[in-house]
T-cell receptor, first 115, second 115 residues
Framework: AQSVSQHNHHVILSEAASLELGCNYSYGGTVNLFWYVQYPGQHLQLLLKYFSGDPLVKGIKGFEAEFIKSKFSFNLRKPSVQWSDTAEYFCAVSPTSGGSYIPTFGRGTSLIVHP | SQTIHQWPATLVQPVGSPLSLECTVEGTSNPNLYWYRQAAGRGLQLLFYSVGIGQISSEVPQNLSASRPQDRQFILSSKKLLLSDSGFYLC??????????????FGSGTRLTVV
């Protein structure tokens, strides 16, 4: 079974700072990778996803993530955060074979951006 | 377009009372349906998933059950709630596993407090 590790549980930044949230997974086969975001009082929504092709994936609101297969990582980045990026961020990994495609989610990273 | 409805948004129930949370999806057919519980600092825990009517897979044995009486309806139930059942419950849907655009769409969640 796969597992997902998000190293940073709480991140506090000032506006305009750069952001990188770590996500590592363990699984022996090929995977689909996701980042979800949950803004305060809102439902979880997809930020970006990687299925195949270019390992640098661009999502909504200026976010991007890079899949580094050799490091089993899918870190989320944004060059300049805004106050409105305050949210909880979840990384998820889904195997593409083996019969179960159900994603496993990380514990989440709470991001607070100070204006 | 596809939409997912989950209700109620909040619920306060006494210990020992029954529970029924409902989730419906519109705009798609034969979706995979899921129930998750989200706990602070613990990410998303998959409770049940269903790939078709009457087909329920349980991931975590506990005081809850799920049913799928119709293609786009997924119900989370309990006969007697425990204090430990308090939490934030999320319904989600996805296209079937075999499709390349596989990914989740989440409902808005139900905050359950057992008192």
């Amino acid at each position: 079974a796969q597992s997902v590790s998000q190293h940073n549980h709480h991140v506090i930044l000032s506006e305009a700072a750069s952001l990188e949230l770590g996500c590592n997974y363990s699984y022996g086969g090929t995977v689909n990778l996701f980042w979800y975001v949950q803004y305060p009082g809102q439902h979880l929504q997809l930020l970006l996803k990687y299925f195949s092709g270019d390992p640098l994936v661009k999502g909504i609101k200026g976010f991007e993530a890079e899949f580094i297969k050799s490091k089993f990582s899918f870190n989320l980045r944004k060059p300049s955060v805004q106050w409105s990026d305050t949210a909880e961020y979840f990384c998820a990994v889904s195997p593409t074979s083996g019969g179960s495609y159900i994603p496993t989610f990380g514990r989440g990273t709470s991001l607070i951006v100070h204006p | 377009s596809q939409t997912i409805h989950q209700w109620p948004a909040t619920l306060v129930q006494p210990v020992g009372s029954p529970l029924s949370l409902e989730c419906t999806v519109e705009g798609t057919s034969n979706p995979n349906l899921y129930w998750y519980r989200q706990a602070a600092g613990r990410g998303l825990q998959l409770l049940f998933y269903s790939v078709g009517i009457g087909q329920i897979s349980s991931e975590v044995p506990q005081n809850l059950s799920a049913s799928r009486p119709q293609d786009r309806q997924f119900i989370l139930s309990s006969k007697k709630l425990l204090l430990s059942d308090s939490g934030f419950y999320l319904c989600a849907w996805s296209v079937p596993f075999s499709e390349s655009n596989y990914g989740y769409t989440f409902g808005s969640g139900t905050r359950l407090t057992v008192v």
